[in-house]
């Protein structure tokens, strides 16, 4: 598994957020994108969507139907329930992670708190790998996750742990994927992005 090495970015989307995660004003930027996989769909704004709960993106596979989401606050929303999904939430008092599989179980949940963590510079960074076989996830440059992508009918799953430093002032996603040979699809031009 150390062996897949990526080579192709997809996209690469920055946030930029103030150290006060419960204020409202979350900024966001998407760099210019090129091309992409149809099967690898991405949405992001900075909509508050319920209560104080703060939509900042998804990622969802077509392939698999495991969607990443990335949120802020606190209080219940209908997005964080839905199945096959990895949740990462920001909160006050720390981050949470949760992730259900299609058949509604938990694969895995976590709660950190942040002033329990090194503070790395007040800025945090979130990067999820799409591989052909996986998914990585890295927090301030170190893998923290795998997700199996394939194995099992895409269910998820969690084989590694959480380590800090992490802070919610500066957020970043990278998808990338791996070619080993070029693609049967042709690639396309993402649209529809909403910031």
Not at 99 to 109: C, E, Y
Request: charged share 25%; glycine share 6%.
């Amino acid at each position: 598994m150390s062996n897949f090495v990526p080579i192709f970015f997809i996209v690469s989307l920055f946030f930029y957020a103030n150290a006060d995660i419960q204020k409202n004003n979350l900024k966001c930027g998407v760099n210019k994108v090129e091309k992409m996989y149809p099967n690898i769909y991405f949405r992001f704004n900075s909509e508050v969507e319920t209560g104080s709960i703060e939509f900042i993106g998804m990622v969802y596979d077509k392939t698999t139907g495991i969607t990443f989401r990335l949120t802020r606050g606190t209080g219940d929303i209908e997005e964080l329930e839905k199945l096959n999904s990895v949740s990462i939430r920001f909160v006050e008092n720390g981050i949470n992670f949760d992730s259900k599989n299609k058949d509604g179980n938990t694969a895995w949940s976590e709660h950190k708190d942040q002033n329990i963590l090194t503070q790395h510079n007040y800025k945090t960074s979130i990067k999820i790998l799409i591989h052909k076989d996986r998914y990585d996830i890295f927090v301030n440059g170190e893998r923290q996750w795998v997700y199996g992508r394939n194995s099992d009918e895409g269910k998820i799953i969690q084989s590694a742990s959480l380590s800090g430093p992490f802070h919610p002032s500066k957020v970043i996603l990278v998808c990338e994927e791996n070619q080993t040979s070029e693609p049967e699809v042709e690639t396309t031009t993402i649209g529809n992005i909403e910031c």
